[in-house]
C-alpha cells in the first residue's frame, strides 16, 4: 500500500470531470466534495454485479495485496470482504442505521442499555427546528461514518451554515468506497441527539469483538484527543486479561486500564445483540457506572486492520464461521 496507489484509485473514479472540478476548487477556492462527486458519477453507476470487482480494486489499493481468496477466505480481514458481499442482510441495514437500531434494542429487551436521547430526526435539512433544540446537541447523519457535529453552545453556532452542511450529508450514500453495503439501504435522515458530557471521545470507549454470536475479545480505547487523533488501545480476554495482539491504530497502553464493575453485563448485552450476526463489534460507553451503547460495527476497519503480531489476523479469521449465503442478498 502506499499513498501514490490511493490517490491513484480515486482519482480513477474521479474522472477527467472530477479532476478539472478539483482542481477548479483548489484554484479558485471554491468548495468541491469529492466523495459526493465520485458517489454520483461513479459510484452510482455501478451494477451491483460489478461490485465484488470494485471491492478486489479498493483492497488492492488500500493493502497492496490481490484479494484472492475471496470465494474461500482464511484471514479475518479476507472473511470480512466475503461477508460484505454474501452476508449483506436487511437486519444489517437497520442496526447500521444510527435511527432505526434503537427499534432492534428495544425488540432485544435490554432495559439497563442507556442511549443518547433523541431530539428529533428530519428527512430535509429544512426542517430541521433549531429553535427547539437545547444549548447543547449532536447532529448526526443516520447511515454514516464520521458524520457528526457536535454543538456544544448554540448560540455561537452559525444556523445557515450548519442547514447546508446537513443538506449535502443528506446527499451523501456513505458505504460504497469499500463496499460496506449495510449503510447503502437505509432512507437518509439528519438525527439530533443530547450531547453528554464524557461521550465525545475523551474516555474508554469498549469494544466487543463477536465471533457468530459469542464475544471473545474487548478492545479498549481512550486517552484520545479527536482533534490530533491520538489516543491509546489495549485488547483484553472476557476474563480482562491482556492480550498480546493488537490493530497497531494506537499504541499500546503503557498501563493496562483497570477492570470495569460491570464488565459481566456489558459482555451480556453484547451477546444478546451479536446473536443474529456472522461478526459484529459492540461499541460500548461506561459513563459513571452507566452502560451506553454506541454503535454496532459489521466491518471493523473496513476489514483492513494492520493486525499485529504476525498471524493474528489468521487466528482470528479461524475464530469466525461463515455463513452459507448468495451475494447480494
Not at 18 to 28: D, E, M, P, Q, R
Not at 194 to 216: Q, R, S, T, V, W
Not at 298 to 322: A, C, D, H, K
Amino acid at each position: 500500500m502506499s499513498k501514490r496507489d490511493i490517490k491513484l484509485y480515486r482519482a480513477r473514479r474521479l474522472g477527467l470531470g472530477g479532476l478539472v472540478g478539483f482542481a477548479c476548487g483548489k484554484l479558485f477556492k471554491r468548495p468541491f466534495d469529492s466523495y459526493l462527486y465520485q458517489q454520483k458519477h461513479y459510484y452510482e453507476k455501478l451494477p451491483e454485479s460489478a461490485y465484488p470487482g470494485e471491492l478486489g480494486l479498493w483492497y488492492k489499493a488500500m493493502t497492496g495485496r490481490t484479494l484472492e481468496n475471496i470465494d474461500n477466505p482464511v484471514t479475518f480481514n479476507d472473511k470480512m470482504q466475503w461477508l460484505k458481499l454474501h452476508d449483506n442482510t436487511e437486519v444489517k441495514a437497520i442496526c447500521a442505521d444510527k435511527y432505526r437500531v434503537r427499534g432492534y434494542i428495544e425488540q432485544a429487551g435490554l432495559p439497563d442499555l442507556k442511549l443518547a436521547p433523541l431530539l428529533g430526526a428530519w428527512d430535509r435539512a429544512e426542517d430541521i427546528d433549531f429553535d427547539a433544540l437545547p444549548k447543547a446537541f449532536v447532529l448526526k447523519q443516520n447511515a454514516a461514518c464520521h458524520l457528526n457535529l457536535i454543538v456544544k453552545d448554540k448560540s455561537k453556532l452559525d444556523i445557515e451554515k450548519t442547514r447546508a452542511t446537513m443538506k449535502t450529508w443528506l446527499e451523501i450514500t456513505f458505504g460504497f468506497e469499500g463496499m460496506e453495503l449495510q449503510y447503502l439501504k437505509s432512507p437518509k435522515k439528519i438525527i439530533a441527539e443530547a450531547y453528554l458530557e464524557g461521550l465525545d471521545g475523551n474516555l474508554y470507549d469498549y469494544k466487543i469483538y463477536c465471533f457468530n454470536g459469542a464475544p471473545a475479545y474487548v478492545e479498549v480505547i481512550g486517552d484520545r484527543d479527536l482533534v490530533r487523533h491520538t489516543g491509546y488501545e489495549a485488547f483484553f480476554d472476557l476474563d480482562w486479561n491482556i492480550q498480546e495482539f493488537a490493530t497497531a491504530s494506537y499504541p499500546i497502553y503503557p498501563k493496562p486500564p483497570e477492570r470495569p464493575k460491570n464488565l459481566d453485563r456489558m459482555i451480556e448485552i453484547a451477546r444478546v445483540l451479536s446473536k443474529p450476526f456472522p461478526f459484529v463489534r459492540v461499541d460500548l460507553y461506561n459513563l459513571d457506572g452507566e452502560i451506553y451503547f454506541g454503535e454496532l460495527t459489521f466491518t471493523s476497519t473496513n476489514g483492513i486492520g494492520r493486525w499485529v503480531p504476525q498471524g493474528t489476523n489468521e487466528r482470528l479469521g479461524e475464530m469466525l464461521r461463515l455463513p452459507d449465503g448468495q451475494a447480494m442478498k
